[in-house]
């Protein structure tokens, strides 16, 4: 295997993961009824907007599933178009709203954005979701990045 194929398994599979991630703490906050993300509670004028706790957060990790899958597709792209093209322009709208994401949190743990909620109570948990999410981001802007060039 070439050092660029291992480069772009490795990071379609560590994305992967970064999803499974994303996807297993949203079960738990949905178990527990809370909003948010591990490390950033939801503020509470936040839970008026939604109606069923549980579901929204089960959604989200329904969400968190696909965006696994899609990174497993990038492993190895269909030759056909209609499936290579979408799944490409899909990867780079998940990159972008996780990355907003993690910019979001990363300026509410710092105390850029009140806005968004208070500082987080428990700063280690916040960091090390911070953390999860930009290596998620990076190796799936690394994985649709090979991909695109495999396309190519």
């Keep these: ?5 291992t480069t772009h398994l490795a990071a379609a599979l560590t994305a992967c993961l970064g999803a499974l991630a ?5 079960v738990d906050l949905a178990r527990a009824g809370e909003l948010g993300m591990p490390g950033f509670p939801a503020p509470a004028d936040a ?4 109606a069923d706790v549980e579901t929204a957060q089960l959604a989200n990790a329904g969400l968190g ?27 780079w709208a998940g990159i972008a709203m ?7 949190f990363g300026a509410r743990a ?12 428990h ?6 979701a911070l ?18 060039r495999e396309v190519r």
């Design 65 to 91: 599933l696909l965006m696994a899958a899609l990174a497993l597709l990038l492993v190895r792209l269909p030759r056909t178009r209609l499936v290579r093209w979408p799944a490409l322009v899909v990867s």
């Design 131 to 148: 953390l999860v999410g930009a290596v998620w981001t990076t190796a799936w802007t690394v994985a649709t990045i090979t991909a695109t």
């Design 110 to 121: 710092a105390g850029l954005a009140q806005s968004l909620g208070p500082t987080p109570p």
């Design 22 to 26: 994303y996807t297993v703490s949203k």
């Design 1 to 5: 295997m070439t050092r660029s194929r």
């Design 98 to 104: 996780v990355g907003a994401g993690v910019l979001g």
């Design 47 to 50: 839970y008026a907007a939604v």
């Design 123 to 128: 700063m280690l948990t916040a960091v090390a």
